[in-house]
């Protein structure tokens, strides 16, 4: 049978079924279910586990072998079967569905594979996972709804955390779970028990290298070049990718330019459209101050050149055009002609 990951909690409290799919997209999400499976698992007696990885050269009669064998110092095991890409193959498929077709009670076997298409899911080893047991399929959390888990998570945390720091830090993480959840748990650790908002978010990143690219864009718009070279220096000695760089600057380049088509002040509900929060409306009106539009159209066109130097498409180092589009946004002249 199928049930929904929102399901397990509560099914976890009833007898465990003899065996669990879980697959999906989404492996923090996977890890924790395993994780909760494997507790209740020990609780209920399966004391010994035994872990297989189904890659090249796999031989599935151990596995047969394990499902079948007396445990020779716990009445009850724990087999884990992980399947990296999700395809057993004709030997491995016929292998399960007949451990499966009279799973032995002394077993508890765990599956975990990524997500599967539609002809895994019509092949016999599936269907006989369904018939003897559960299927769990992860899905990624929409981009709308990153914010309300990453609330719900910060409360399982014994944390209070406000609508707009909830969606800055959705923003930063751009839909990484696993980030998500390490960010709240140093979170939890510098907290002093107060709700957490926009201002504790960007000072509690502040020194995370995963970041300097906000750090970098910040730098610019506060009209720190030095800063911001040394920013880029070091995104580039860590192995960041040029054009997620690039898009980057690009979206920004973007906010502003249409930002600085207002004919007055910008609005809350301009600034909620474009997630400008807390001490970032200041820095955003400073470089507006500074910046005409004329200005963001010519670097937005030094965009789409670098974009062609990544590519190979023009005879340009792409990371010395990041340097000058970077010190222009800074204020410091630099800019050649397109």
Same mark, same amino acid.
Request: overall charge neutral; glycine content about 6%; aromatic content about 6%.
């Given at each position: 049978?199928?049930?929904?990951?929102?399901?397990?909690?509560?099914?976890?409290?009833?007898?465990?079924?003899?065996?669990?799919?879980?697959?999906?997209?989404?492996?923090?999400?996977?890890?924790?279910?395993?994780?909760?499976?494997?507790?209740?698992?020990?609780?209920?007696?399966?004391?010994?586990?035994?872990?297989?990885?189904?890659?090249?050269?796999?031989?599935?009669?151990?596995?047969?072998?394990?499902?079948?064998?007396?445990?020779?110092?716990?009445?009850?095991?724990?087999?884990?079967?992980?399947?990296?890409?999700?395809?057993? =193959?004709?030997?491995?498929?016929?292998?399960? &569905? +007949?451990? $499966? !077709?009279?799973?032995?009670?002394? /077993? #508890?076997?765990?599956?975990?594979?990524?997500?599967?298409?539609?002809?895994?899911?019509?092949?016999?080893?599936?269907?006989?996972?369904?018939?003897?047991?559960?299927?769990?399929?992860?899905?990624?959390?929409?981009?709308?709804?990153?914010?309300?888990?990453?609330?719900?998570?910060?409360?399982?945390? =014994?944390?209070?955390?406000?609508?707009?720091? &909830? +969606?800055? $830090? !959705?923003?930063?993480?751009?839909? /990484? #779970?696993?980030?998500?959840?390490?960010?709240?748990?140093?979170?939890?650790?510098?907290?002093?028990?107060?709700?957490?908002?926009?201002?504790?978010?960007?000072?509690?990143?502040?020194?995370?290298?995963?970041?300097?690219?906000?750090?970098?864009?910040?730098?610019?718009?506060?009209?720190?070049?030095?800063?911001?070279?040394?920013?880029?220096?070091?995104?580039?000695?860590?192995?960041?990718?040029?054009?997620?760089? #690039?898009?980057?600057?690009?979206?920004?380049?973007?906010?502003?330019?249409?930002?600085?088509?207002?004919?007055?002040?910008?609005?809350?509900?301009?600034?909620?459209?474009?997630?400008?929060?807390?001490?970032?409306?200041?820095?955003?009106?400073?470089?507006?101050?500074?910046?005409?539009?004329?200005?963001?159209?010519?670097?937005?066109?030094?965009?789409?050149?670098?974009?062609?130097?990544?590519?190979?498409?023009?005879?340009?180092?792409?990371?010395?055009?990041?340097?000058?589009?970077?010190?222009?946004?800074?204020?410091?002249?630099?800019?050649?002609?397109?």
């Amino acid at each position: 049978m199928k049930i929904k990951q929102e399901q397990l909690s509560s099914h976890v409290k009833q007898p465990l079924q003899p065996v669990y799919l879980l697959c999906g997209d989404e492996p923090l999400l996977i890890q924790e279910a395993g994780d909760q499976l494997r507790a209740s698992a020990r609780n209920t007696g399966f004391s010994e586990r035994e872990v297989f990885h189904a890659d090249a050269g796999f031989s599935w009669e151990r596995l047969l072998q394990s499902s079948q064998s007396l445990s020779l110092f716990s009445d009850k095991q724990l087999i884990e079967l992980h399947i990296p890409n999700g395809k057993p =193959g004709a030997k491995g498929g016929d292998m399960l &569905a +007949q451990i $499966l !077709a009279s799973p032995s009670p002394d /077993n #508890l076997i765990l599956i975990y594979c990524p997500k599967l298409d539609a002809a895994a899911q019509r092949s016999a080893w599936f269907k006989a996972i369904d018939k003897a047991g559960v299927i769990i399929q992860f899905w990624p959390v929409e981009p709308q709804r990153l914010p309300g888990w990453i609330q719900q998570r910060c409360r399982h945390a =014994g944390l209070s955390i406000d609508a707009d720091a &909830a +969606q800055l $830090l !959705a923003d930063r993480v751009e839909g /990484n #779970l696993l980030a998500a959840a390490q960010e709240i748990e140093k979170l939890k650790l510098i907290n002093d028990g107060s709700p957490l908002n926009v201002e504790q978010i960007i000072g509690g990143v502040a020194d995370n290298a995963r970041y300097d690219l906000y750090g970098l864009i910040d730098a610019a718009l506060e009209a720190k070049p030095a800063r911001c070279l040394k920013m880029l220096q070091g995104l580039r000695a860590e192995g960041t990718d040029a054009i997620v760089l #690039l898009g980057s600057l690009t979206w920004e380049l973007r906010k502003l330019l249409e930002l600085s088509q207002n004919s007055g002040p910008i609005s809350d509900l301009q600034y909620k459209k474009h997630r400008i929060w807390g001490n970032r409306k200041t820095v955003i009106n400073q470089a507006l101050r500074r910046l005409k539009p004329h200005q963001l159209r010519q670097m937005l066109q030094q965009c789409a050149a670098i974009d062609l130097a990544i590519k190979g498409m023009r005879p340009d180092d792409p990371w010395l055009l990041l340097s000058i589009l970077a010190l222009e946004l800074s204020g410091k002249p630099a800019l050649p002609s397109v």
